[in-house]
């Protein structure tokens, strides 16, 4: 049985599976989890000044959320990480179904149609070459 109390079991458990590498998330982009996915199957694997390039010429809404959130993982490598961003790619990115807004437009004859405004969470994940 664990020594110490259930909140430090729980400190120390949870720093063993945390994410050593430099990574950004974004919650709650109002943007649908399949149109971020079109984005993000584009840039994964790349290295990180391609995967910029790709992301300013796609006309997607999304690529410009993805773009801020590439960004920032970039400058989370450089300065808390001290990792050189020539080394960079994109190991790994995901978009997750977040909550979803739903709102009504009104239709003929009295009825209504609902409106999903979806929202996703983003994640991207980087490391050195």
Known sequence: MAKGHRSQIKRERNESQRETRPHAKLSYARVSTQKACFVLDAIRGKDVNTALGILAYN???ASTVI??????????AENNKGLDRANLYVASCDA???PIMKRIQPRARGSAYRIYKRMCHINIVLDEK
């Open 59 to 61: 006309p997607r809404y």
């Open 67 to 76: 773009e801020k959130l590439l960004k920032s993982a970039v400058a989370n």
């Open 96 to 98: 997750q179904d977040g």
